[in-house]
């Protein structure tokens, strides 16, 4: 069956260091998005990407930034973390502009 | 001020009682409207899809979208201790290149 996965599911790291979480999906959609997940805050859309080589700025995209080389990845990186990362990040697919997005399971981040 | 706009409650209700949900949207553009149910730490689900406005039936589930005052209701019928989780609303704009914004989430309790 198809699926949208992320990487790790856990991850805690320290104040300055680069952190990448994966996101693979085998529905090949062409659209993909990282959200981040917070208490008072919901869902805010950090980047995403309607193809290869596409990519686009959300409402939070300053320290991250992405790439789309290939169909099935979108990696998230955050470039120096600092503790205002500390969240709950979820991965996005959907098959075109049009339908609803299909979710991955999500990557706790603490950052101390 | 956000787009989409949700009482994060939380609401609690008995079993058996009918819930209403409710959102509110400042973009006059968004012409897709979705719900998505959360339940403890997993990601999102799309519940309910509707485009422009009107009414969308679906088991137990109507989905309300009232273009003209702004407002994006949920009901559930004869709700269940399983219906108890967060519930998302969601709107996009027609033209591509838009993703979809969330509100903050109304997290619904249903005692049996």
């Known amino acids: 069956d198809a699926e949208i996965t992320q990487s790790p599911r856990h991850k805690i790291t320290e104040t300055g260091r680069q952190v990448t979480l994966a996101c693979h999906q085998t529905?090949?959609?062409?659209?993909m998005f990282w959200y981040r997940q917070d208490l008072g805050h919901g869902l805010r859309l950090i980047h995403y990407?309607?193809?290869?080589?596409?990519?686009n700025k959300g409402e939070v995209s300053d320290g991250y930034s992405v790439s789309r080389s290939n169909t099935e990845d979108l990696p998230l990186t955050l470039e120096s973390a600092a503790s205002s990362q500390t969240s709950v990040y979820f991965c996005a697919s959907s098959e075109s502009h049009s339908y609803g997005y299909t979710f991955g399971s999500g990557t706790r981040l603490t950052v101390v | 001020q956000k787009e989409v706009e949700q009482d994060p409650g939380p609401l609690s209700v008995p079993e058996g009682a009918i819930v209403s949900l409710n959102c509110t949207y400042s973009n006059s553009a968004f012409q897709y409207f979705m719900w998505y149910r959360q339940y403890s730490r997993k990601g999102p689900e799309l519940l309910m899809y509707t485009y422009s406005s009107g009414n969308k039936e679906d088991g137990r589930f109507t989905a309300q979208v009232d273009k003209s005052s702004k407002y994006i209701s949920l009901f559930i019928r004869d709700s269940q201790p399983s219906d108890s989780a967060t519930y998302l609303c969601a709107a996009r704009a027609y033209q591509a290149g838009t993703a979809l914004i969330f509100g903050k989430g109304t997290t619904l309790s249903v005692s049996s």
């Open positions: 529905w090949n959609h062409n659209n």
């Open positions: 990407s309607y193809g290869v080589h596409d990519t």
